[in-house]
Nanobody, 123 residues
Framework: QVQLVESGGGVVQAGGSLRLTCAAS????????MGWFRQAPGKEREYVAA????????YYADSVKGRFTISRDNAKNTMSLEMNSLKSEDTAVYFC????????????????WGKGTLVTVSS
């Protein structure tokens, strides 16, 4: 059984930065892709970013490209999302995910999900 726990959410002003971290436990996800999804109030959940099992390949939704950076540390079984130049439209609950397949423009078939951490960007 895999548990994913997100941390680092909070309130930040527009233009500011925040770093989210995901800690995996139960089993190592070092052989699996990992990533982030988000869900804004009243909207559908959307893909944000993903990283290959090695960490060498990263993928981003167009809405966050150039502002967000995803990374992972397989030795520590953790993954991070560095978010810069935050906008009010980045306000959402952010979910850490693991497993599944990265298609480039999407990330599908994900078996493992965290419970989410809330990011609020105030304008």
């Amino acid at each position: 059984q895999v548990q994913l726990v997100e941390s680092g959410g909070g309130v930040v002003q527009a233009g500011g930065s925040l770093r989210l971290t995901c800690a995996a436990s139960g089993r190592s996800l070092s052989s699996y892709a990992m990533g982030w999804f988000r869900q804004a109030p009243g909207k559908e959940r959307e893909y944000v970013a993903a990283v290959s099992w090695s960490g060498h390949s990263t993928y981003y939704a167009d809405s966050v490209k150039g502002r967000f950076t995803i990374s992972r540390d397989n030795a520590k079984n953790t993954m991070s999302l560095e978010m810069n130049s935050l906008k009010s439209e980045d306000t959402a609950v952010y979910f850490c995910v693991g497993g599944g397949t990265i298609t480039g423009s999407d990330y599908i078939g994900i078996p493992y999900w965290g419970k989410g951490t809330l990011v609020t960007v105030s304008s």
